[in-house]
Structures are given as structure tokens and as C-alpha cells.
């Protein structure tokens, strides 16, 4: 199913340039309802408060990791099954292996282009 | 209790040398270990204002090419709205140019796309200066540890002073009062009579 162009989306990032690119990016392909986080704790206070449907996240950041944030979105019955991609500089196997074991929907790696961003969105919205 | 040991006493004498040696080396590197070690803050604070720096210029360029790309839709669509007028009373060609014309403009939106893109090179450099900056606080720790254990502590120690470091970073220090503002500039320019 594409993706609805509607959709709430939260970026979640500590550099608040990156957190500016992917929401300029997105709207760029359409999608104007776009919220932002600092970090994952702040995510999932936004996510609890608000219906999401699409989370893109870093995964270095302070109080809370990306990683982390995903855990703990898989394990929270009511949002588990929001889509979630994951933007990281971070383009070690293992921690990809690591994000594909905790239900991440795709993955990017840092620096990418606006393309590259529409394809994974497009796979994950197929 | 040493007596009938002279070899122990030996030894014991020579490990005594060993370790009055040993203290003197230190002694002769304890000031630059304090001046290291004293300079290491300041060396950090200029890298987190690398972070600053950058994140302030990728943020104005940002702002820049937003306006750019809110000006282009508005463009498009009044392009749009001029070639379908143009269509409706029937001048074809000059709707066929306008519409040429604005698709090419169009190309120029996946070029503001591309400098917003590249502008996240500012995130990876601010995340490696962030790691250099954990790096530096580790090793001013360790120094630290270092003056304190060998009591290398000097009072006539002028750590801003010693070596290609401490001139590099009382350049960097000076560039923080000496670099001016182009308001401040122009203001010292008028004073001196320029227009």
C-alpha cells in the first residue's frame, strides 16, 4: 500500500540540521505532517501522545539511542507496528544485524540522497 | 635487619638510584605535562565550537534554499496556472515554450534538493568532532592522573605559553577577540572616512 501522503511523520535526531534535511526531503516528496524529536525518549513520549504512522530515526543519540528506540517501539503493543527507518552514520554489519534482529523496516546510511530516502520509503510502503 | 645481607642492601641501594633517576625524568617532563594538560580544555572548547560554526552556516544556507524552494512552487504553479490559460484561448505555441521553459526550471528543484543533501555532511563532521572531543577529555584525565601521582605540579608552569601547541591555540584564542563582525568593521570604516 503507498504510503499515505497524509501520514503523521516523526524524524527523530539530536543534530537539528539532519532533523531540517530529512523534513525538507520529505516534503519535498509530498509529505507535509512531519514532527520532530531529540532524542528516542522524546520520541516515544510524541509517539504514546500522538498517532504516527512512519518514524525515521539516528541511531547515536543521547538519553536514548535509536536502537533503543526501536526496542522499545517493537515491544509497545500499540505502536509496534509502525514502520521505522533507520538513518545512521553507523555502517557497521553488526550494527545493521542488530537493527534487522530488532524490526527495523529499512536502513540508510549517512551521508544519502533525497532518492535513496524515496526508494527505502517506497519498499517499506509497497 | 640488613645487616649480614650487603647484597639485599645492594640492591636496595640501586633500586633507590633507579627510582631517583626516574623521578628527575619526570620532573624535567612534568612541565609540559602540566602545560598539556592545562591546554587540553581550550583545545576542546575550540572544537566544540567547530560544531557551533558549522551548525550555524549549514543552518543559514538551509534557510536560504528553503526560501529559494517555497519561491520555485509558487513559481511553478503560476507557470502552470499561464500555460492552461494560454492553452484555453487557444495559443498553443507560447503555452508550449511557458511550459518547456518551466520544466526545465523544474530540474533546478532536484538541484536545491541535492545542496539541502549535501548539507548533512555537517552532522557527520559534528558527530567525529564529538568522539575527538570524548578522546581529548580522556587523555587530559589521564595527564591529570599523571601531575597528581608524580606531584609534577609547578607553580611557574606557563602552560599557555610552551611549544607549537600553545602558540597554535593562543592564535585560536585571539581569533575569538580579534575577529570582527562586518557591522563592526564598516563602523571602524566610517570612522576612519570611508563611505
Same mark, same amino acid.
Given at each position: &500500500?503507498?504510503?499515505?501522503?497524509? &501520514?503523521?511523520?516523526l524524524v527523530v535526531d539530536d543534530m537539528s540540521t539532519m532533523r531540517r534535511i530529512v523534513k525538507n526531503i520529505m516534503k519535498q516528496l509530498g509529505f507535509a505532517n512531519v514532527e520532530e524529536?531529540?532524542?528516542?525518549?522524546?520520541?516515544?513520549?510524541?509517539?504514546?501522545?500522538?498517532? $504516527?504512522?512512519f518514524v525515521i530515526s539516528d541511531w547515536n543519540m543521547p538519553v536514548m539511542t535509536g536502537i533503543e528506540l526501536l526496542r522499545a517501539i517493537r515491544a509497545d503493543d500499540k505502536l509496534k507496528?509502525?514502520?521505522?527507518?533507520?538513518?545512521?552514520?553507523?555502517?557497521?554489519?553488526?550494527?545493521?544485524?542488530?537493527?534487522?534482529?530488532?524490526?527495523?523496516?529499512?536502513?540508510?546510511?549517512?551521508? $544519502?540522497?533525497?532518492?535513496?530516502?524515496?526508494?527505502?520509503?517506497?519498499?517499506?510502503?509497497? | 635487619m640488613l645487616n649480614g645481607s650487603p647484597k639485599l642492601y645492594d640492591e636496595l641501594g640501586e633500586l633507590a638510584r633507579y627510582l631517583e633517576t626516574a623521578m628527575r625524568k619526570m620532573a624535567? /617532563?612534568?612541565?609540559?605535562?602540566?602545560?598539556?594538560?592545562?591546554?587540553?580544555?581550550?583545545?576542546?572548547?575550540?572544537?566544540?565550537?567547530?560544531?557551533?560554526?558549522?551548525?550555524?552556516?549549514?543552518?543559514?544556507?538551509?534557510?536560504?534554499?528553503?526560501?529559494?524552494?517555497?519561491?520555485?512552487?509558487?513559481?511553478?504553479?503560476?507557470?502552470?496556472? /499561464?500555460?492552461?490559460?494560454? @492553452?484555453?484561448?487557444?495559443?498553443?505555441?507560447?503555452?508550449?515554450?511557458?511550459?518547456?521553459?518551466?520544466?526545465?526550471?523544474?530540474?533546478?528543484?532536484?538541484? +536545491?534538493?541535492?545542496?539541502?543533501?549535501? +548539507?548533512?555532511?555537517?552532522?557527520?563532521?559534528?558527530?567525529?568532532?564529538?568522539?575527538?572531543?570524548?578522546?581529548?577529555?580522556? /587523555?587530559?584525565?589521564?595527564?591529570? @592522573?599523571?601531575?597528581? /601521582?608524580?606531584?609534577?605540579?609547578? @607553580?611557574?608552569?606557563?602552560?599557555?605559553?610552551?611549544?607549537?601547541?600553545?602558540?597554535? +591555540?593562543?592564535? +585560536? @584564542?585571539?581569533?575569538?577577540?580579534?575577529?570582527?563582525?562586518?557591522?563592526?568593521?564598516?563602523?571602524?570604516?566610517?570612522?576612519?572616512?570611508?563611505?
Amino acid at each position: &500500500m503507498p504510503a499515505d501522503p497524509n &501520514m503523521k511523520i516523526l524524524v527523530v535526531d539530536d543534530m537539528s540540521t539532519m532533523r531540517r534535511i530529512v523534513k525538507n526531503i520529505m516534503k519535498q516528496l509530498g509529505f507535509a505532517n512531519v514532527e520532530e524529536a531529540e532524542n528516542g525518549q522524546d520520541a516515544l513520549d510524541k509517539l504514546r501522545a500522538d498517532s $504516527f504512522g512512519f518514524v525515521i530515526s539516528d541511531w547515536n543519540m543521547p538519553v536514548m539511542t535509536g536502537i533503543e528506540l526501536l526496542r522499545a517501539i517493537r515491544a509497545d503493543d500499540k505502536l509496534k507496528g509502525i514502520p521505522v527507518l533507520m538513518v545512521t552514520a553507523e555502517a557497521q554489519k553488526e550494527n545493521l544485524v542488530e537493527a534487522i534482529q530488532a524490526g527495523v523496516s529499512n536502513y540508510i546510511v549517512k551521508p $544519502f540522497s533525497a532518492e535513496i530516502l524515496q526508494e527505502k520509503m517506497n519498499k517499506i510502503f509497497k | 635487619m640488613l645487616n649480614g645481607s650487603p647484597k639485599l642492601y645492594d640492591e636496595l641501594g640501586e633500586l633507590a638510584r633507579y627510582l631517583e633517576t626516574a623521578m628527575r625524568k619526570m620532573a624535567d /617532563v612534568g612541565a609540559p605535562m602540566v602545560a598539556g594538560s592545562a591546554q587540553l580544555p581550550q583545545a576542546t572548547a575550540h572544537l566544540l565550537d567547530l560544531n557551533k560554526m558549522t551548525e550555524a552556516g549549514t543552518m543559514e544556507v538551509m534557510r536560504l534554499t528553503e526560501i529559494i524552494q517555497d519561491n520555485r512552487a509558487m513559481a511553478a504553479k503560476e507557470f502552470a496556472s /499561464v500555460v492552461s490559460t494560454l @492553452e484555453a484561448v487557444d495559443c498553443k505555441t507560447l503555452a508550449a515554450r511557458l511550459g518547456k521553459t518551466a520544466s526545465e526550471l523544474a530540474q533546478d528543484d532536484k538541484h +536545491l534538493m541535492d545542496i539541502m543533501t549535501a +548539507l548533512s555532511f555537517q552532522d557527520l563532521v559534528a558527530q567525529r568532532v564529538k568522539k575527538l572531543v570524548t578522546i581529548v577529555e580522556d /587523555v587530559q584525565c589521564k595527564l591529570v @592522573e599523571l601531575v597528581v /601521582v608524580f606531584g609534577l605540579k609547578q @607553580e611557574s608552569a606557563t602552560p599557555e605559553t610552551q611549544g607549537k601547541a600553545g602558540e597554535m +591555540l593562543k592564535q +585560536l @584564542e585571539a581569533s575569538k577577540s580579534t575577529a570582527i563582525k562586518q557591522d563592526l568593521a564598516d563602523e571602524l570604516l566610517s570612522e576612519f572616512g570611508f563611505k
